[in-house]
Structure formats: C-alpha cells, structure tokens
C-alpha cells in the first residue's frame, strides 16, 4: 500500500482541522482530497508531507511508519498552487536545484532534466525564467522539478486553483496522461468537483475534518453516501417531503426528510401525465451545449432542471408557460442545513 492514514487527529486550539480520519492510497493510484474550504484536506495533505505533526493516529508510507519522519526522509514530490519557483534561474536551473542539492553526478542532471522537458511538454523552453512563461508553462516547471528526484509519492496542494478556467482544463488532462506515463503514487488536493472526478481514481470526499465517503467518481455521484456529498457533488434540487415531483408515487416520506433531485433527471411535459406536477417556466437560460430551465412550483419552491439542445427543440417551450414535471429517480436524506 502506497499510503495508509491510520486516526489521524489534528487540533488549532479549539479547532479541529482533520478528525479521526483513516484511508488507504493503491501504490501507483491517483487519489483526490475534495472539499470545501476549512474541511481538513490541505491540513491533511500537509500531515502526510510532514509539513504538520498529528496530535495522535500514525502515518505509513510504502509500508513504513512515517509519523514523525522528517520531510526531507519522507521521498515525497510536493506541488503547491503558486510553483514556488526560483525566479533567477531558468527553467533547467529549477528542474536541476533539487538533483543538485544531492550531489547527482552533471551529466545525469541533465539527461533527467530533458527527459522531464519532454514529459511535461515544456521542450525548448529550457533556457527561459520564470516570468517569460505562462502560469500553465510555471505549473508544468514545478511539476516537473517535483518529480526530478523520482519521488515515491507526489502530493498536488490545489496546484491549478491559480489559472484560468482553460488552461486548469488543459493541465487536468497533461496530469492524467503524466500519471499514466509515470504511475507515482498521487494525492490531490482539491475543491474543483469536476478536476476530482477528471483525473482521479477515487475521491475521498471531506467535510469539517472528517471523510464523508471514499469511491470512484460513479460512486459518489450515483450513490452519494450523505446529503453533503449529494449536495457537493454536482447540482442538485433540495426539497421539501411534501414535493409532487417523486419518481414513486408510493414512496412515503416523513416530515424530517427531504427529497434531493439530479437537475438532468428532470424530466418536462407540456400537458399533465401520471405522477407530473405543474409548474411555470420561470427562466430559461441557453449554455450552447445545455438548456437550464428555471421552474417554480405550485408552492413556490424553485427547481431547476437541464435539457440537451434536441430536448429543448422538441418540447418548443417559453417563459411563464405553464409545463408538467416529474422526476426520474431521486434520493430521500434526513432533513440537512447547507454548509
């Protein structure tokens, strides 16, 4: 096993930043911390770097109690959101600074700087600095001089939160393929949902210090283990036990439930069919690739539900028409205040 976090509690004061949390990362896995900010993932993150000391539980890393190792003893490759790169020496010269500081014979520097070049799709760009690249081109750099030494674990502290939307995407894909290529073993820190369930083999989802649910992306989305993850992950419609919109028409909630709704799995009729709802098209909101339809029920509570451009097209609808909706499937959890 790659990792093993066995009770790990950490304590500031009053605050309990990561509580009782025990989990395993596969060696070679890719592996996300996803949550919000505040939920213990970073502090996390920074226990098994050996940047912070549990108050009690023991870390192992490649099957050694690495609890009160040094950070230096750990093997570890670290990425943090802002590279951290050395701004008067050139992108070689960052790559090279840690194979150097352990006295790695020249001509292997520089064989294992090209290589990394190559891998991290940064070949010719060698003799640049820092401030001549973009902040994807500086990402790739850390990246790479992070894996320079051949790390046994490489740990990713929201290494994309900095750039663009685009340019976030287009590394999401360099870091599965790098993984792919490299199979370190990779725990990623991250709040981004859809960067999570991209690039990672499974999620550990967190929440005011504690592990929510661990799965693959399906998992958590198809078979949210809690009304957080439901909620985190994805859109979702919240509503009270009283909504008409059931997929079952015999499904009987009581009052301290509420009913958590997919906004694809709506689904929009424009004359009553069997266990439908009425409802009045309140905004419609064109994204290119989606339709989001803004519905309010006969109670008031507002739903949202999302259509496919042919979808749309075929059911011809307008602002203020009044349409029928139901459900397709939902889940039911105990009554649950957003956080």
Do not use: C
């Not at 674990?153 to 994309?160: A, H, R, S, T, V």
Request: proline share 5%.
């Amino acid at each position: 096993m790659g990792i093993v976090v066995e009770n790990i509690t950490k304590q500031y004061g009053s605050f309990r930043a990561v509580d009782n949390v025990s989990l395993e990362v596969k060696t070679g896995s890719l592996v996300a911390l996803l949550g919000p900010s505040g939920s213990g993932k970073s502090t996390l993150l920074r226990m098994i770097a050996g940047l912070e000391t549990p108050d009690s539980g023991e870390i192992w890393l490649i099957g050694e109690n690495a609890t009160y190792k040094s950070v230096q003893d750990r093997h570890i490759g670290f990425v943090f959101q802002h590279y951290a790169l050395f701004k008067h020496l050139t992108v070689r010269q960052n790559i090279a600074f840690p194979l150097e500081i352990r006295k790695v014979p020249k001509a292997k520097i520089q064989g294992r700087v090209e290589e990394l070049l190559e891998l991290v799709q940064l070949r010719g760009l060698g003799d640049r600095y820092p401030s001549q690249l973009s902040g994807g081109q500086r990402q790739r750099v850390a990246l790479a001089r992070s894996l320079a030494v051949q790390p046994s674990i490489l740990l990713l502290d929201e290494p994309f939160g900095a750039l663009d939307a685009k340019v976030r995407k287009e590394l999401r894909a360099g870091l599965r393929k790098l993984h792919e290529d490299v199979h370190v073993t990779t725990v990623l820190v991250t709040h981004d949902q859809e960067e999570a369930m991209e690039v990672a083999d499974q999620i550990v989802v967190m929440n005011h210090g504690r592990v929510e649910q661990i799965g693959s992306s399906a998992e958590i989305y198809d078979q949210p283990a809690s009304p957080f993850v439901m909620s985190f992950i994805g859109p979702v419609n919240v509503l009270p036990s009283n909504t008409g919109i059931l997929p079952d028409s015999d499904l009987t909630l009581r009052t301290n439930e509420q009913v958590f709704l997919r906004p694809h799995d709506i689904l929009i009729h424009t004359s009553p069919a069997e266990d439908t709802a009425p409802a009045k098209v309140y905004r419609i909101i064109n994204l290119g690739w989606e339709i989001r339809v803004e519905l309010v029920l006969k109670s008031g509570e507002t739903v949202t539900a999302f259509l496919s451009r042919e979808q749309f097209s075929k059911l011809n609808i307008r602002e203020e028409q009044r349409v029928y909706i139901k459900s397709k499937q939902a889940k039911v959890f105990p009554t649950y205040a957003m956080s």
